[in-house]
Every structure is written in structure tokens, then in C-alpha cells.
């Protein structure tokens, strides 16, 4: 079955550091990927997808290049802040862009200090 | 954003005693909203999909009588864990997507803990 695997955590950085997570996938199609983030006491936010390979999602500075060769799907930052501690998931959906059935990685969590 | 709201944010109970968790989309209507559980240190696994005005779809593995799901408003889904017991303590998340359009983008809930003695 469909499987995400990432990184363990939690990755502690300081601020203006340049900030990689790794994430591969195991699919038997064409996922679509996602990057989810969840700040402290708040729910999963979608952070950025890419829908089919060489696509690169981007935002808030992050970025992510679905990457078929390689089954990943690495999130990197250039120069994180520490507004940006947080817990990052990343995940896969074989049934398209809507994705319904979220296959989820067991998240990385971030700490950026002063 | 959207916004999805569950309650309780945590609850504590007592072995054999049922709960029930509420999940609500605050800004939006939402037919179909996704039933997670987390166990610490592991991946969100979908548990069931809730349907406004029918049954439940659960994923396989997951006991139906143990986990009820209600889903009777276009707002509201409900799961409760029926006799539960220390095994079933975990991280329950909803999630639901705009019945509206858009982007099509599923917003979760911030999650409820639930510990049972």
C-alpha cells in the first residue's frame, strides 16, 4: 500500500538557518503530495502540493519539488523564523488532486530559536 | 481561511463510559467530513468518512459499533467511542472540505485528546 516516510524529529534550528526535511513516498501510481503544517493548539494547515512530477509547491517561503525519480518530496526553507516552529506532515493522495484519502507521514516537528 | 472546530479539545474518562467528540466547519457547509486518529509518534490514519444524511464509510479494520459516527447536519459530524477503553485512548482529528468549491482543499480540526483509565 501507499506509504510517506519522514524524517524524525524534532529538528531544532536557529533562526535564518536553512531548513530541509526529507520525505519519500511508496505508491503504486501518480500521487498527488502535500506539505501540512500544524502550529501549536491549532489544526493541520495545507502548506503547499504538487500534483504531478518536476511540479515545485511553494509558499510562505517554503518550498517542495515532486521529485518521480527519487519518490521524494523534500520541504525546504531558506531562512526559517522562529514563527515557524511547528509540526510538519507531509502526505500523498493516489485519487487525485482532491484529496480524500490523505496518506500521511508521522510528521517532523521544528523548533527555531533566537 | 475556512475554519473546522472540534470539541472537546481533551477529555478524560473512565473505562466502559462512552464519549462523544464534536466537529464543526464554522464558516462553510460541508457534506463530507474524515474521521483521523493519531497514536504518538505515528502517522494520522482515516479511520472513517462521514456523510450528511448517511451512513458512515469506514476504512478497513475499523470497528463500526465501536466508533459511531453521525453526520446530521451539513455543519456537525459527531464520533462517539462507545465503552471505551484504555486502548482506545489517542488523538481523534476531523477534517472536511467546502461543499461549496473552491479550491477544494480539506481543513482539519485542531484535534481531541482523549485518555481513558
Known amino acids: 500500500g501507499d506509504s510517506v516516510t519522514q524524517m524524525e524529529g524534532p529538528v531544532t534550528l536557529s533562526e535564518e538557518a536553512f531548513l530541509t526535511i526529507n520525505c519519500t513516498y511508496t505508491?503504486?501510481?501518480?500521487?498527488?503530495l502535500f506539505w501540512y503544517v500544524q502550529y501549536p493548539g491549532e489544526g493541520l494547515q495545507l502548506l503547499l502540493k504538487a500534483t504531478k512530477a518536476d511540479d515545485k509547491g511553494s509558499n510562505k517561503g517554503f518550498e517542495a519539488t515532486y521529485r518521480k525519480e527519487t519518490t521524494s518530496f523534500h520541504l525546504e526553507k531558506g531562512s526559517v523564523q522562529v514563527s515557524d516552529s511547528a509540526v510538519y506532515f507531509c502526505?500523498?493522495?493516489?485519487?487525485?488532486?482532491?484529496?480524500?484519502?490523505?496518506?500521511f507521514g508521522t510528521g517532523t516537528q521544528l523548533k527555531v530559536e533566537l | 481561511g475556512a475554519v473546522v472546530s472540534q470539541h472537546p479539545s481533551w477529555v478524560i474518562c473512565k473505562s466502559g463510559t462512552s464519549v462523544k467528540i464534536e466537529c464543526r466547519s464554522l464558516d462553510f457547509q460541508a457534506t463530507t467530513m474524515f474521521w483521523y486518529r493519531q497514536f504518538p509518534k505515528q502517522s494520522l490514519m482515516l479511520m472513517a468518512t462521514s456523510n450528511e444524511g448517511s451512513k458512515a464509510t469506514y476504512e478497513q479494520g475499523v470497528e463500526k459499533d465501536k466508533f459511531l459516527i453521525n453526520h446530521a447536519s451539513l455543519t456537525l459530524s459527531t464520533l462517539t467511542v462507545t465503552s471505551a477503553h484504555p486502548e482506545d485512548s489517542s488523538f481523534y482529528i476531523c477534517?472536511?472540505?467546502?461543499?461549496?468549491?473552491?479550491?477544494?482543499?480539506?481543513?482539519f480540526g485542531e484535534g481531541s485528546r482523549l485518555t481513558v483509565l
Open positions: 502526505a500523498l493522495n493516489e485519487e487525485g488532486g482532491g484529496g480524500n484519502k490523505l496518506t
Open positions: 477534517s472536511a472540505r467546502d461543499a461549496g468549491g473552491g479550491s477544494g482543499e480539506l481543513f
Open positions: 505508491a503504486t501510481g501518480y500521487p498527488s
